[in-house]
């Protein structure tokens, strides 16, 4: 039953080689996004020999290390600019109807965490990785605003 009420979604599988004495050793690195769209988001990266079980890793430790993202009705309740690594996120609130305009990983981070009005730009770098791990910073910065 827990599996229907998080949104998951895959944003990076990466081929990864290691060279051993004995040969190549291959494996895959994958990136999940995990939220239950009420304000709950996390991401896990995950790897094994396989896609199935590194996805299956990744999204075991994103529903673990879920955050509470502060929202103001279907938006964010302020502006937020933040920089992780080479990669710089800006949110801004929208108003009720724009929607998500955001890049690929921004666009799936806020709609885990269910925010259905922002608009966003990433600077810096294309960087799937970055860019999702900077949006997670970005909304951990976020304060709740009395209204």
């Given at each position: 039953?827990?599996?229907?009420?998080?949104?998951?979604?895959?944003?990076?599988?990466n081929?990864?080689?290691?060279?051993?004495?004995?040969?190549?050793?291959r494996?895959?690195?994958?990136?999940?996004?995990?939220?239950?769209?009420?304000?709950?988001?996390?991401?896990?990266?995950?790897k094994?020999?396989?896609?199935?079980?590194?996805?299956?890793?990744?999204?075991?430790?994103?529903?673990?290390?879920?955050?509470?993202?502060?929202l103001?009705?279907?938006?964010?309740?302020?502006?937020?600019?933040?920089?992780v690594?080479?990669?710089?996120?800006?949110?801004?609130?929208?108003?009720?109807?724009?929607?998500?305009?955001?890049?690929?990983?921004?666009?799936?981070?806020?709609?885990?965490?269910?925010?259905?009005?922002?608009?966003?730009?990433?600077?810096?770098?294309k960087?799937?990785?970055?860019?999702?791990?900077?949006?997670?910073?970005?909304?951990?910065?976020?304060?709740?605003?009395?209204?």
């Amino acid at each position: 039953m827990e599996e229907k009420e998080f949104f998951e979604r895959v944003v990076q599988v990466n081929r990864v080689s290691k060279k051993t004495k004995g040969g190549d050793k291959r494996s895959l690195s994958v990136i999940v996004v995990a939220g239950d769209r009420k304000g709950r988001v996390g991401v896990g990266l995950g790897k094994a020999a396989d896609v199935q079980s590194a996805v299956r890793k990744a999204t075991a430790y994103a529903k673990k290390h879920l955050i509470d993202v502060p929202l103001k009705g279907r938006t964010i309740p302020h502006m937020v600019l933040v920089k992780v690594g080479a990669a710089k996120v800006l949110l801004k609130p929208a108003r009720e109807g724009t929607g998500v305009i955001a890049g690929g990983a921004v666009r799936v981070v806020a709609e885990a965490a269910g925010i259905h009005d922002v608009v966003s730009k990433t600077l810096g770098t294309k960087n799937q990785a970055s860019n999702v791990y900077a949006t997670l910073e970005a909304l951990k910065k976020l304060k709740r605003l009395n209204t």
